[in-house]
């Protein structure tokens, strides 16, 4: 029927109760020490575009159905 189903630590990831703020993923590196705030908040706000278009971004690059809708109505 084209629907995806999500289990397990997945579906908690797509529900957003696993998702972790962008600053304290890589701060906890230290390669990524060097990033100013404006820096992370960039990269904050490009992931949470991310999460809007797709339903795991980077891995599963489903888009959500009512995206998908909404981008063919605009057409």
């Known amino acids: 029927d084209g629907r995806v189903k ?14 972790k703020p962008v600053r304290e993923y890589l701060l906890k590196q ?11 908040t ?3 706000k490009k ?11 980077a891995v599963v690059p489903f888009k959500r159905l009512d995206a998908a809708k909404a981008a063919l109505e605009a057409k």
Request: proline share 3%.
């Open 6 to 19: 999500y289990y397990g630590k997945t579906k908690a990831i797509v529900e957003g109760r696993a998702r």
């Open 30 to 40: 230290g390669r990524f020490a060097h990033f100013l705030e404006e820096d992370l």
């Open 42 to 44: 960039y990269f904050q």
């Open 47 to 57: 992931v949470d575009e991310m999460w809007e278009k797709w339903e795991i971004p």
